[in-house]
């Protein structure tokens, strides 16, 4: 049986995540450790070079790997990530951001975020380390 | 005399980046190889825990350096960056964002980015990697 | 057919790679943008608190980075890189480092190097951008 | 009067830390959150393109952060880091590394380290993150 706990840490986070909101960030799946979202790039979102600004891209990854991080009801918060843009994001593209959980100790875990385009091509990769607190986020 | 060409490119770039136009980025102070502004940290900023959201954080700080390493009206992308987050920002900060070049060559170059409230805080540490093309801004 | 030019950059490079001789790595695989390579933990290797040190965990991965990136017979240079530790290594532990290319054009390429141990324990992940130049290798 | 932990926290960890040993580093400076230690480039420790190896200014870089994380005499260990090489250093340079802290806090600190040669040029620079145990080191 699936466990409902991610699901209802992402449901929780994004009803008070207001920048999330504005990204308009969409749920695609969720489970221990992970966390898969989608969001379409809008005109407000790109930078003087017409393409998405890195701040959005790094957003939605970060956005991304919150969610993966808290998924165990372990409020989780982050410590620092790295980023690199393999392509660009245009316009009207669907971003997919998919988080996985590469390491974990009893204080802090490790993260990889792909960001992807509708067609698969990689627009942003994330690496990132959190630190894991002694509180709940439900 | 002041350079007049790093302002000439910050206006030019802001004039058509909608993302930096919604963080609502103002002009402080430029020169080749630096640039300093500073944005209000609004409620659609936040994440889920009530602070600013690292993507904002993050994409002022990318700014701020686009701004910078694109000043000497070479048209220069980011590579990669490195962020991490000494303190939280909360709504209704005033954010400062300076960016620094801390080495360059004729295809590369490397900037550290420092964001602070109001009081001095450090909010954001970004240190980032850009690629210089051929091509001018202007 | 294999294609034999990664190997004899390999070969080439490691006649003159004092460092990676001290390291004692010894090649496992060679293709198109990728490597594979293994060396043991010796004590001289170990920091202050008996595990191997970040910086031999760092070279080993940077070693491989560095061939993979060359294989093409393209000079290539690293501009940064990113390293994380999942687990520690210890003495006498057998490390493997495998490096693969996530992204590359005309002038830049990023690499992901995972080094694990002899029983598939990572002990570090190391991310990293290149600068292609217009030199060749052999 | 000035502390003595520092400099009793660096002959400890030095005393034990073969690899440290091996780079030939020496004490120049020790304080609270801070330590300045230089070496010289050896030809064993050049790579391939006959400039010294990036892992060695990794190593060196790492363990000036290690003696300043543990200046407190609270043991701490490098969770990630990202280097970045504006210059490279040849044989026979001496190297000096400082490591400053940006910022801490009870569970984690982060750092900046800087490598430069005799002439100050900078060879690396080095940004990393510490979990703070609670464990002593002397």
């Given at each position: 049986m699936k466990n409902p706990i991610p699901e209802k840490v992402f449901q929780k986070m994004m009803s008070t995540d207001y920048y999330s909101q504005w990204l308009g960030i969409e749920s695609v799946e969720h489970s221990d450790g992970y966390c898969k979202i989608k969001m379409k790039i809008r005109?407000?979102?790109?930078?003087g070079f017409n393409i998405v600004h890195g701040g959005v891209t790094f957003g939605f990854a970060d956005s991304c790997l919150a969610f993966a991080a808290n998924s165990y009801n372990i409020l989780s918060v982050t410590l620092d990530g790295f980023i690199t843009y393999p392509n660009s994001g245009k316009e009207g593209d669907i971003l997919y951001a998919e988080a996985i959980e590469k390491s974990a100790n009893k204080k802090t875990a490790m993260y990889d975020v792909t960001v992807k385009n509708q067609d698969g091509l990689p627009i942003g990769l994330y690496r990132a380390t959190v630190y894991r607190t002694k509180r709940e986020v439900l």
């Open positions: 005109k407000e979102m790109l930078n």
